[in-house]
């Protein structure tokens, strides 16, 4: 013996009613689970986001990390390269300040006056060793720097005397020069001792 109950307006039995109750409960408690599930995917998902964000930041790093350590290899790499390339342009240095000394003898002995015949031919094999020992050094890449009425240059020139300048002189010209200076390529490796006019 089923019981009528009245609900919106129908008659309905009590077994339709706990059955639309229990449906009810039902979808609420699918829907409850339906939130969880989402809030779970969320914070999963937020998880994951932080993780990826994490891992791209750390990735981000240790690219910038190689990028520098790749310059630093290649500036490692132009400046050994630069250092090779001095040492052999610049290989005769420590020769050619020996041997200036030398040709400054040499130079010395070709001022000397001569008149005898012994003295002439003399003289004339220092000027042939003179032009040789000048043609080598050329050869290295060493050559006088000219100095004599040239205008005063302090990175190749030293001021050992001023005199005041002469009629149609300059000032800050070089006019008298006691020791040659020499240069190996681009390098000065002796400046000139040198008078100059103020």
């Known amino acids: 013996m089923t019981k009528n109950v009245k609900k919106r307006g129908f008659d309905v039995t ?11 409960n039902d979808k609420e408690h699918v829907q409850d689970t339906q939130e969880t599930l989402e809030h779970a995917e969320e914070q999963e998902k937020t998880e994951q986001e932080l993780e990826i964000e994490r891992l791209s930041a750390e990735n981000d790093a240790l690219a910038d990390k190689a990028l520098r350590a ?5 500036n490692i790499q132009k400046r050994q390269a630069k ?4 040492l052999l342009k610049y290989r005769s240095q420590s020769l050619a ?3 200036l000394p030398v040709l ?3 130079e010395q002995a070709l001022t000397v006056e001569v008149s005898d015949e012994q003295g002439i031919a003399l003289k004339k094999g220092i000027e042939m060793a003179y ?3 000048v ?7 060493i050559e ?6 040239q205008p005063f240059d302090p990175t190749v020139h030293q001021a050992i005397q001023q005199i005041p300048a002469q009629d149609g002189q300059e000032a800050d010209y070089v006019v008298q020069v006691f020791q040659d200076g020499y240069k190996l390529h681009d390098r000065v490796i002796r400046p000139a001792m040198v008078v100059i006019s103020q």
């Open 14 to 24: 009590q077994e339709q009613q706990e059955h639309e109750t229990f449906v009810e």
């Open 70 to 74: 790749q310059a630093e290899l290649q």
């Open 83 to 86: 250092e090779r390339q001095d």
């Open 97 to 99: 300040n020996t041997l």
């Open 104 to 106: 400054d003898s040499l």
């Open 131 to 133: 032009t040789n020992f």
């Open 135 to 141: 043609s080598a050094l050329a050869s290295e890449g």
């Open 144 to 149: 006088k720097i000219e100095s004599l009425n």
